[in-house]
């Protein structure tokens, strides 16, 4: 008697055994959970700026990195050394974006109010006002790049048309193509310098516009998702990223062929957008997640999310210390993205779209319900484990 109870003892220690380890696996599983390492990098560090930080721009001639205050109308300009405000200069109405001349080292912002702004790097002080042609009560600009190979800079204006500017005299040109035509509500630009051509996001009519650097004029439309809000160009795989907000995806585009070859799951609203060649790496501002998704060039697929602040709005890439910006517009801050610092743990969503896998950045949460899952399943057995011995 005494054997065969100690027997059924056993018995039933097993059979709880093995229903807590099939009940820690599918909590587990549950919740996605890996205990890999990411290495897309981690926040080091949180700046204050003004009301609104929406986009910024990094002068690779002195270091540092300008955030465009929208709610402000100041731009903020940020040591990329001890990552602190070193001015704060007062600007147009409504900044919202910023793009800088390599030519004369100056930095271009673009305002709401239909005007951009020139900020000398060396001064840190407004040097020049111009003022965009008047397109009606809804004219503004939105968005500016910046091209080397003809010193132009094109402005967006959410009139339906892109400004061309010269970085040399700081006017409009004295071209016949000193407004082109594009989409509806273009709201980003980009330069692409493997080909030249100037790419625009029509958030309103769900293209991109393709401009001739050469020409000035529209090469191009290729057609997108929902609400598209930002545009990069990433040099090593000479593919164009856009960002598309109603979709909350990324499509990459072949800047040969113009045409979508990639569709990225990211978290919701994306927004801004910018490429690390260094590290194969893009970079994206998750607005309506208050996450930046981080994609592998190579497969274009997410290797990860890494939670800043509320509303990440714009980003930018600082070549001089490999570090990502990101503007968060609700919290009227920027973080300060370390792409070789560690990060925390990630998890694998078992959930797909075509050809897509994706990798998260927990927030935190699956990584500690991990660890809690397995130490309550240790309290449990050990538990069982007394409670059958003093039977």
Not at 57 to 84: K, L, P, Q, R
Request: overall charge negative.
């Amino acid at each position: 008697m005494e054997i065969r109870a100690k027997r059924c003892a056993a018995t039933r220690f097993s059979a709880v055994l093995v229903v807590l380890v099939w009940l820690t696996l599918f909590v587990a599983a549950a919740a996605g959970v890996s205990t890999a390492q990411s290495t897309v990098g981690s926040v080091v560090k949180t700046v204050l700026v003004g009301n609104g930080p929406s986009g910024a721009a990094f002068d690779a001639a002195n270091g540092e990195v300008y955030v465009a205050d929208f709610g402000s109308n100041t731009v903020s300009v940020i040591n990329d050394t001890t990552n602190t405000v070193v001015a704060t200069v007062s600007v147009g109405v409504g900044p919202e974006s910023v793009a800088y001349d390599s030519g004369n080292g100056d930095i271009y912002v673009a305002c709401s109010g239909n005007v951009v702004s020139v900020i000398s790097g060396a001064t840190n002080s407004v040097v020049a006002t111009v003022k965009g042609p008047y397109l009606g009560e809804v004219g503004g600009f939105s968005a500016i790049a910046y091209d080397p190979q003809n010193g132009a800079l094109y402005a967006t204006n959410i009139a339906g048309v892109v400004v061309v500017f010269s970085g040399r005299t700081n006017s409009v040109t004295n071209t016949t193509n000193t407004t082109i035509s594009v989409g509806a509500g273009p709201d980003a630009v980009a330069y692409d310098s493997g080909n030249g051509d100037i790419y625009v996001a029509n958030e309103g009519s769900f293209t991109v516009s393709v401009i001739s650097g050469s020409t000035n004029t529209v090469v191009s439309t290729i057609l997108v998702g929902s609400a598209p809000s930002g545009v990069a160009y990433n040099p090593k795989n000479k593919e164009v990223y856009v960002t598309n907000q109603g979709s909350s995806t990324v499509l990459a585009v072949n800047d040969t062929t113009n045409t979508v070859v990639d569709a990225i799951p990211v978290k919701s609203n994306p927004w801004g957008i910018v490429a690390d060649a260094a590290n194969g790496e893009v970079y994206v501002a998750d607005f309506g997640s208050n996450t930046v998704s981080v994609i592998n060039d190579t497969t274009n697929t997410v290797d990860g999310y890494i939670p800043v602040g509320m509303s990440p709005q714009g980003v930018t890439y600082d070549s001089a210390n490999g570090d990502v910006y990101v503007t968060n517009y609700g919290s009227n801050s920027v973080s300060v993205i370390s792409t070789s610092a560690p990060s925390v743990s990630v998890t694998t969503s078992s959930t797909t779209q075509p050809s897509q896998t994706s990798t998260q950045i927990s927030h935190g949460v699956s990584g500690y319900l991990y660890i809690i899952v397995i130490v309550v399943a240790a309290v449990i057995v050990i538990t069982v484990v007394l409670a059958l011995r003093r039977r």
